[in-house]
């Protein structure tokens, strides 16, 4: 069997490459070490004062993006 070298993969090959080869343990970490490095963004904390406001405006953002078919990874606009 061939090795399979997952850092010429996009995400979206790596993510159908790991889903139909469930059994395969260096796909499911390559997926999550890539996942992981994603930078993180802080939406709102909790004692946040507009917390339901800026939860429902990423919820928006994220289902437009997810509508569009373009990444929703930058910042809520007001959030940072």
Known sequence: MSQVNFDTMSD???RRYFLANR???AA????LDRFNQRPKSVI????DPDFDEKIQA???QKLK???SGKPANKPVE???
């Open 28 to 31: 499911f970490e390559a997926y």
């Open 23 to 25: 059994q395969d343990r």
């Open 44 to 47: 709102a904390s909790p004692g």
């Open 58 to 60: 990423a919820i928006r």
């Open 78 to 80: 007001g959030t940072q």
């Open 65 to 67: 993006a997810s509508s």
């Open 12 to 14: 979206s090959e790596l």
